[in-house]
């Protein structure tokens, strides 16, 4: 695994010691000597990780970090302080500015690659859905990189698997003052109380009776439902190899004991708004690809999506040779409707179309709007003469009830005309039968409107 390491130290024999260090493992290294540089650096995006000293001249290292984590082009990077200071509360503030962890000098090679190369894996992860959700503030969904800069980490739900009673009432004594903590102190239960549960951080003590601390923590990272779960493991001093081997299978940050008080709620805090920052990034992934294939106005699948998914219906019908119907409807004298009362109740009486159409058919159905007063709905296996029970179950369900608009101030008469047409032969295709569909929906308009015309064919 390689990434851009980002080295911000003053001094120069510092700078170059950790060059060596990181080269030696073929990750590309770029050096800053001021935090004023390394701040322009990462706002170009040519960084991957921040290893950041703290005692700089003019900008120290807090302030760097507080910098980056406050705005939205950067606040996504890891930043590593690395430092002389070495007390809890030196700790605590490197972690309450933002920092993703906290090594003290002289850093000893292991540590420093693997706490790295845990970062950068999931630092990588993270960066394959911010790429997904990069259009999102082009078609006007909220953007996660703002949400995710004022994320306090407060409020969260805290799953603690530990089994020795002083020690978790202790660590969840603390807890509870910002957060909602379950302790379990069954290991072989956890996973099953993880999985049932969304909880936003997992906390497992590698001091466990009769039971592998890691083997739990490898196991959570294996199954799909607590697999995004943040996990920090709690460690006695001399477990530094256990806490390394637990980067390397994924745990997210690791606390030693006696734990402080301070540095525990900090770190529970980076951890839940790391966990909200990707939350939101996936919602914004799931959002962008339902803007895609639905109609903003009606929550309709739009035309696009339509004509993908009906030649795999077709397909699959002719196929199987089953039947498929589908129907083309349009609002009768629609332009008068905005001619008259507005563009307002145009779009008022076409979200209530949908809605009506939506519950006249099955789920299994695909309904959507074709373009303007136009929509169309695809019925596999659903015969001619189905089809027109269905179309003329729809027409009058329409008709029967007045729309309202206006903020229901007014209610208007609404009425369609519906073309039907079947598939007729295994050459069809959707293009053939929506053609068919519409040439009966014209002559349903020309006969009068406000009525159902099936296709002759």
């Known amino acids: 695994m390689t990434a851009r390491i980002l080295v911000v130290d003053d001094i120069p024999a510092n700078v170059k010691l950790l060059e060596a260090r990181l080269t030696a493992e073929y990750f590309d290294v770029t050096t800053a000597m001021s935090g004023p540089e390394a701040l322009a650096i990462c706002e170009r995006a040519q960084c991957d990780i921040v290893l950041l000293d703290v005692m700089m001249p003019d900008m120290d290292g807090f302030e760097v970090c507080r910098r980056l984590k406050a705005n939205p082009v950067t606040h996504h990077i890891p930043v590593v302080m690395v430092t002389a200071l070495d007390q809890p509360s030196d700790r605590v503030q490197g972690l309450e500015a933002g920092a993703d962890d906290f090594l003290t000098k002289p850093v000893s090679d292991i540590a420093l690659l693997a706490r790295v190369r845990s970062l950068v894996r999931l630092k990588m992860a993270a960066d394959e859905l911010r790429m997904r959700a990069v259009t999102s503030r082009e078609i006007g969904i909220n953007d996660p990189e703002v949400a995710a800069v004022s994320e306090a980490g407060r409020g969260g739900r805290v799953l603690l698997v530990d089994d020795r009673k002083s020690s978790y009432e202790r660590i969840a004594g603390i807890l509870t003052a910002e957060h909602t903590v379950d302790v379990e102190t069954n290991p072989a239960e956890a996973l099953f109380h993880a999985a049932e549960t969304d909880y936003e951080v997992m906390i497992v003590s590698l001091g466990l009776e009769n039971y592998d601390g890691l083997r739990l923590c490898s196991q959570a990272r294996s199954l799909d439902r ?232």
């Open 226 to 457: 607590t697999r995004g779960v943040p996990i920090l493991i709690i460690a006695e001093a001399e477990d530094n190899a256990r806490l390394l081997r637990g980067l390397e299978i994924g745990v997210n940050d690791y606390l030693v004991r006696p734990v402080d008080k301070n540095e525990l709620l900090a770190r529970v805090r980076t951890q839940i708004r790391k966990k909200r920052y990707t939350a939101r990034l996936r919602d914004n992934v799931q959002q962008s690809m339902e803007a895609a294939i639905t109609d903003a106005l009606t929550g309709l699948y739009n035309r696009r999506y339509m004509e993908s998914h009906l030649g795999t219906l077709v397909e699959q019908a002719a196929g199987r040779g089953k039947p498929l119907s589908l129907l083309v409807l349009d609002i009768d004298y629609f332009k008068s409707i905005n001619d008259s009362y507005g563009h307002d109740a145009g779009d008022d009486v076409l979200r209530e179309f949908a809605m009506r159409v939506r519950k006249s058919i099955r789920g299994i159905d695909l309904a959507c709007r074709y373009g303007g007063e136009e929509f169309v709905v695809v019925m596999p296996e659903t015969d001619m003469a189905v089809g027109a029970l269905v179309a003329e179950r729809i027409r009058r369900r329409i008709a029967s009830e007045p729309f309202a608009i206006e903020g229901g101030a007014k209610a208007i008469d609404v009425t369609l005309s519906i073309g039907l047409a079947s598939l007729a032969s295994e050459n069809d295709t959707g293009a053939t039968i929506i053609k068919r569909a519409d040439q009966a929906l014209y002559r349903a308009k020309r006969d009068g409107r406000n009525r159902v015309v099936a296709d002759a064919a």
